[in-house]
């Protein structure tokens, strides 16, 4: 059996449905972990995978773990796969963070999307900093995200977009994205 098949039928083994194509789409992205070394092997049994998912059947609680993010795209899902996306994304940027890469708003990091979703999940607090309302973190980095031109940022502007980063962004990836592992 090939590794498709292989996730295919631990998938429908702990679904409610015997159909793939119904099976599928009782899962859901619980949690994911990450494996620096990429030395854990999926359930299909491909090997290496670097990002550990677990999924969660919505119809009867089971899970899967771990799941790789080539097989999280097997599931031909956009939700998921913006899901698995956003964990990687996140990973990363915490990493570029840690390694004290000068990371501004680079686009490597950086996008509209991400910015929203830090901001829906909670990671711009209120603080005394942003007079207690941490939306105006969220805004202020949008809009130097969105300037044509980054050179035209004040020096200021730049020490507030980091001091947000590292006083914000990171201590909340570190404790969404490392407490779970
Ligand atoms: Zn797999």
Redesign the pocket.
């Known amino acids: 059996m090939n ?1 498709l098949e292989n ?1 295919k039928e631990r998938v429908i083994g702990m679904s409610k449905s015997t159909e793939w194509e119904v099976a599928k789409d009782e899962w859901e992205v619980e949690r994911c972990e990450e494996d620096k070394k990429a030395q854990t092997d ?3 049994g ?1 090997e290496n995978i670097k990002y550990l998912f677990t999924i969660r059947n919505k119809e009867n609680g089971n899970r899967l773990h771990p ?2 993010s ?2 999280i795209k097997k599931f031909g899902r956009n939700d998921l796969d913006e899901v698995a996306k956003k964990y990687v994304d996140r990973f990363k940027l915490l990493h570029a963070v840690e390694d004290g890469e000068f990371i501004e708003l680079s686009p490597k990091y950086f996008s509209r999307k991400i910015l929203l979703s830090l901001y829906k999940d909670g990671a711009f607090r209120d603080t005394k900093y942003n007079g207690y309302n941490g939306i105006n973190d969220y805004e202020f980095l949008l809009k130097m995200f969105n300037m044509r031109n980054k050179e035209n940022m004040t020096e200021g502007q730049r020490r507030k977009v980091s001091a947000i980063i590292l006083n914000e962004i990171k201590p909340f990836l570190k404790q969404e994205l490392e407490n779970k592992m």
């Open positions: 590794n996730l999926c359930v299909c491909k799941i790789g080539t097989c």
